[in-house]
């Protein structure tokens, strides 16, 4: 699991090494990250629909988010069928593994974006 202060930290050292860059260097820098940047907010409310791993979709974690949806259409099959316990203990159990990442939804987005950030100076710096 993440640490809070780890991810805080590491923001921290981004936002010095940003500070250090020049000002044409500093627009390209947003330019890239412009359209990369996640808000958590939106990871939040896609959490809260956890049994469909849309949340996961929006950080690019596609083989977790594909595990998800999947988990959760052969849950709501087996719902419909002679074996519906199944199905709900299916359910219940991917509920109860997402519902800790709706807790850490800040800290889960504030380190996918300390790592666009991250790239994006990574690129920049290579540039110079």
Do not use: C
Not at 15 to 28: G, M, T, V
Not at 30 to 44: G, R
Not at 58 to 74: D, E, G
């Amino acid at each position: 699991m993440l640490n809070s202060d780890d991810v805080n930290n590491e923001e921290e050292r981004i936002r010095k090494e940003i500070f250090l860059l020049d000002d044409e260097s500093k627009k390209r820098f947003y330019n890239n990250i412009s359209s990369e940047i996640k808000d958590p907010d939106t990871y939040a409310v896609l959490n809260w629909l956890f049994i469909t791993g849309l949340h996961h979709f929006y950080l690019k974690k596609y083989t977790k988010a594909s595990i998800n949806f999947s988990l959760f259409l052969i849950s709501f099959i087996l719902m419909f069928s002679d074996i519906f316990l199944l199905g709900i203990g299916i359910f219940i159990a991917v509920s109860i593994m997402e519902v800790n990442q709706l807790f850490y939804s800040q800290i889960i987005v504030q380190d996918y974006n300390n790592k666009i950030l991250k790239k994006s100076l990574e690129k920049i710096n290579k540039s110079k």
